[in-house]
C-alpha cells in the first residue's frame, strides 16, 4: 500500500504486477501508532484550488446532499497509473517524514462513495511520493540515475539530466511503459498508511514533495475497501482507488526558493505539461493548499476529497 509505486512515477507507470489484481493481501507490522497527525500552517493566508462538486456521480446517478453529511456529492475521482515502485503496505502510520529534510506538509484526505455521498469508514488509504530532491525510498539506485526518460513525458523532455542530480527517472521497462519494480533497498521514508475514521477522514504528515524530470510535483495515493484491521496491519480486501494528488504552479515555484529544493538542478516538469494530470481540478487531483503567503517555508496543508465507487476494482496497474 504505498509507494510511488513510487515510480518516478511514469512513471511508466502503466503497467505493474498482477499480484493482488482483484484481492490485495497487506500483512505488516504497525509502526508508529499514534503519530500526532496534524501541523499547524502558521497562519496561512494563501489559499488554492477549490472543490470541484457535482450534482451527479461520473457515470453513475444523480447524487444529492444527505442528512448526514449536508454536502454535495463529489464526482468520481479520476484513476491513474500506479507506478512502477509501489510497495504495498509496508508502514502503517500517519507520520512518514523520518528523517527527510523540506517543507512540514500535513495532507487530509476525505474519502467518499462518490454516488451516495457518504464517508468510508475504516478505508486503508496510501500515500508515497519522492523527497525533496527528487527521490524515492527503495528504488535510490533507479532515481540516481542509470534509468531511461518516463514514457509518459511531455514531448520535447531533454533526454540527458543536469551532471551530478539525481533525475528521479525510472528503469526502462516492458512495452506499454514498464511494469512494477521490485525494492533495491530497505528505506522507506515517505511512504505510508493508515485508515480513515468515521467521517472518511484520514491525515498525514510529511514533507513537501520535489520533482524529477518527465513528472510534476505530486503524491501517489490508493484507497483499500473490505479488508480487516488486525494486531498486525491491515489485510485483504480490494483495491477501489489508484490516483495522484497535485500542486499548482504557485506552491511549488514557492517551495523552489527554499532549501533542499533550491539546491535541485533537474528539470521541472509544470502542472501544464504533465502527461498524467487531466486538468480536470479537485477531480483530477488537484489539492487545495494553504500556507502562509511569502513564507511557504512555515509550512502547507493540502486538503482534499476523493470520492470512490467502493465496489469497483482499481489497482492502477492497467491504465
Known amino acids: 500500500m504505498t509507494g510511488n509505486q513510487n515510480a518516478h512515477e511514469q512513471d511508466p507507470e502503466s503497467r505493474g504486477p498482477k499480484h493482488k489484481k482483484d484481492m ?68 502503517i502510520r500517519q ?22 455521498c457518504r464517508p468510508l469508514k475504516d478505508a486503508a488509504v496510501d500515500i508515497w511520493h519522492c523527497d525533496a530532491l ?17 514514457t509518459d513525458a511531455p514531448s520535447g523532455t531533454p533526454t540527458d539530466a543536469p551532471s551530478g542530480a539525481p533525475t528521479g527517472e525510472p528503469p526502462s521497462g516492458g512495452g506499454g511503459g514498464g511494469g512494477h519494480e521490485e525494492p533495491t533497498s530497505d528505506t522507506r521514508y515517505l511512504r505510508g498508511t493508515w485508515k480513515t475514521d468515521k467521517k472518511g477522514f484520514v ?25 480487516e484491521w488486525t494486531d498486525s496491519g491491515y489485510e485483504g480486501g480490494t483495491t477501489c482507488h489508484t490516483g495522484q494528488f497535485f500542486f499548482d504552479e504557485e506552491a511549488v515555484l514557492a517551495s523552489a526558493e527554499v532549501e533542499p529544493y533550491s539546491t535541485s538542478t533537474t528539470e521541472r516538469t509544470t502542472l501544464d505539461e504533465d502527461t498524467i494530470y487531466d486538468g480536470s481540478g479537485t477531480q483530477g487531483g488537484l489539492l487545495k493548499l494553504k500556507y502562509k503567503k511569502n513564507d511557504i517555508a512555515k509550512g502547507v496543508t493540502g486538503t482534499i476529497t476523493v470520492g470512490v465507487d467502493p465496489d469497483a476494482t482499481n489497482t492502477g496497474t492497467d491504465v
Open 95 to 116: 507520520d512518514i517524514t523520518e528523517d527527510k529534510e523540506g517543507i512540514p506538509f500535513t495532507l487530509r484526505i476525505k474519502v467518499i462513495d462518490s454516488e451516495t
Open 134 to 150: 527528487g527521490l524515492y525510498s527503495g528504488y535510490e539506485s533507479f532515481s540516481e540515475g542509470g534509468g531511461t526518460a518516463p
Open 203 to 227: 491525515t498525514f504528515r510529511t514533507v513537501f514533495p520535489g520533482w524529477y524530470r518527465g513528472r510534476c510535483v505530486h503524491v501517489h495515493t490508493k484507497v483499500h475497501v473490505n479488508g
Open 24 to 91: 490485495t493481501r497487506r500483512r505488516v507490522v504497525v509502526a508508529g501508532a499514534g503519530a500526532v497527525a496534524a501541523v499547524a500552517a502558521g497562519g496561512a493566508v494563501v489559499a488554492t484550488a477549490s472543490a470541484d462538486t457535482s450534482g451527479s456521480a461520473k457515470g453513475g446517478t444523480a447524487g444529492s446532499a444527505t442528512a448526514s453529511t449536508g454536502e454535495e456529492c463529489y464526482r468520481l475521482t479520476s484513476e491513474t497509473t500506479e507506478g512502477p515502485y509501489y510497495i504495498d503496505a509496508d508502514k
